[in-house]
């Protein structure tokens, strides 16, 4: 056993959740009919009453949300089909049948946790020894929906940590109308899925080696009429038809604008895998072998009943893509990429059992078919589960992880371990008691006795720790990365 003191340092910056910060969100209180018989109400106001009443509703929530007229208009063309009549309408009235079909969210009513944290991509203007960081954050509103949310702030050279103020309005990025798929990725992505019958076939030689999504809409309905039977269409042609559009609209890109700060952007579910959150993004600085980054993040796609892993990608956070994973090892929750590929390889930590932590190579980001056992639950306090708390951290000595354990009274843990810098697959040192455990002040809240992180930073010597608590709140800590080292227990004995 070996007697290391370990110092944590709990810094006294916390993240609570901010029940005012609202998303304009489209809203539907009921069916189509119900949507209908709301619009005839409101099509049956006095002219002279539409212009005061669109006026007092811009006056109570414009100060609220930014184009707020604009977001009415755009709302109002979401739901113009249901209109009873074609004859044009004033402005003012277009705004207002807008203005019932939205509504407002509060991102982080219920909970802002399970942060990581990676270099922000501007270290300009900085004195020497400081970092500029992002802080990615798990926001949860109504309905335990859950959202990307992000924060920026500065490790000085003392090791203080400055989170900076959100403030301005909250809005969600356009999504790039027609992004280009290609076609060799497409394909590889439909056969990992078993959807490579004849209609797909004939669907994808249609199409040149990258094209956009209009084309493969109009590729794919023109191979639905040609395959339509007297009887109707092959039920396995319409499986693979509604696959091959799912696929694409799960694989999509989105751009919020310049003049948006960063704490104003929110990354909101947007596909059917989706629909009930966004969960547990681990980001991470990814090396190219050309010296140039790009940040990754895999996150827990939730619609409800099932989760899956997903991928999303950005050089500058202003612009996004979502990436579906495939594969037979691409699946359960907890996935985290290494900052650089290994051997030639991407390699990856996951659970694909819930609960032991397991290792991937691949050729291909997207793709995960192999996958081996690394660390089984060993310690009393992760006998129910142990998983990875973001990328593994590249030092001297190899691969530091930092773990979760799961215990008796379901208490979350942190803990850590080293991995050998050649050879991942090697266990070369783990902690046997926890770097971070709920102390009295972080044992309440949402879901009580956690503490969990999605991803640390070294800096200067430094571990620099986000972590939530009790699925509620975010709190800071560091600690020295020698110390965690040297009290590390040797794998082999």
């Known amino acids: 056993m070996n007697d290391i003191s370990i110092h944590v340092c709990r810094t006294a910056t916390v993240l609570n959740p901010d029940q005012s910060r609202v998303l304009l969100r489209p809203f539907s209180p009921g069916d189509s009919q119900r949507d209908g018989l709301i619009i005839a109400r409101i099509m049956s106001l006095p002219e002279d009453r539409v212009g005061p009443l669109l006026k007092e509703i811009c006056a109570e929530f414009s100060q609220r949300h930014q184009r707020i007229r604009d977001l009415f208009l755009e709302r109002f063309e ?3 089909q249901m209109l009873p009549t074609d004859r044009e309408l004033s402005e ?14 509060s991102l982080e009513s219920a909970a802002l946790f399970n942060p990581s ?11 020497t020894g400081a970092l500029r960081f992002v802080l990615s954050l798990r926001a949860t509103g109504e309905g335990h929906i859950s959202s990307i949310t992000f924060r920026t702030g500065i490790i000085h050279p003392d090791h203080r940590i400055e989170v900076i103020t959100p403030f301005g309005f909250l809005t969600e990025p ?19 899925l078993g959807l490579t019958c004849e209609f797909t076939r004939r669907v994808m030689n249609k199409l040149g080696d990258s094209f956009a999504l209009e084309e493969l809409r109009g590729s794919i309905d023109a191979e639905v009429n040609q395959a339509r039977q007297p009887d109707g269409m092959l039920h396995e042609d319409q499986i693979a038809a509604e696959g091959i559009w799912m696929l694409a609209r799960s694989n999509y890109e989105v751009e919020f604008r310049p003049e948006q700060q960063l704490s104003e952007r929110i990354l909101f579910p947007a596909t059917p895998s989706q629909r009930n959150g966004i969960e547990d993004a681990r980001f991470v600085c990814f090396q190219n072998e050309d010296g140039s980054c790009i940040y990754y993040a895999t996150f827990t796609a939730f619609d409800g009943k099932v989760v899956m892993p997903e991928l999303v990608e950005t050089s500058d956070f202003l612009r996004f893509r979502f990436i579906t994973l495939n594969g037979p090892a691409a699946q359960n929750k907890g996935m985290a990429l290494f900052p650089r590929r290994i051997n030639g390889l991407y390699a990856m930590l ?12 691949s050729d291909n980001v997207h793709f995960w078919n192999e996958r081996k056992v690394l660390l089984n639950p060993t310690f009393p306090w992760e006998l129910v589960q142990i998983g990875n708390c973001g990328s593994p951290i ?5 691969w530091l992880v930092l773990s979760h354990g799961v215990g008796p009274m379901r208490k979350y843990c942190i803990g850590a371990f080293l991995l050998d810098r050649n050879d991942p697959s090697k266990v070369i040192g783990r902690l046997s008691e926890p770097l971070l455990q709920p102390n009295q002040y972080e044992r309440e809240g949402y879901v009580p006795n956690v503490v969990y992180t999605c991803g640390v930073l070294l800096h200067k010597g430094e571990l620099i720790i986000p972590y939530g608590l009790a699925d509620h709140a975010t709190g800071f800590a560091t600690v020295p990365v020698d110390e965690v080292l040297a009290a590390m227990h040797s794998e082999d004995g």
Request: net charge neutral; glycine share 6%; hydrophobic share 35%.
């Open 174 to 192: 356009r999504q790039i109308p027609n992004p280009l798929y290609e076609k060799g990725l497409f394909a590889r992505k439909l056969f990992e």
């Open 394 to 398: 590249e030092t001297d000595a190899g």
């Open 350 to 361: 996951s659970r694909q059992d819930n609960e032991s932590i397991y290792l991937m190579f």
């Open 117 to 127: 944290i990676v270099p922000h991509p501007d270290q300009t203007g900085l004195p």
């Open 78 to 80: 979401q739901v113009r």
């Open 92 to 105: 003012q009235r277009r705004l207002l049948i807008g203005s019932y079909f939205l509504a407002e969210y």
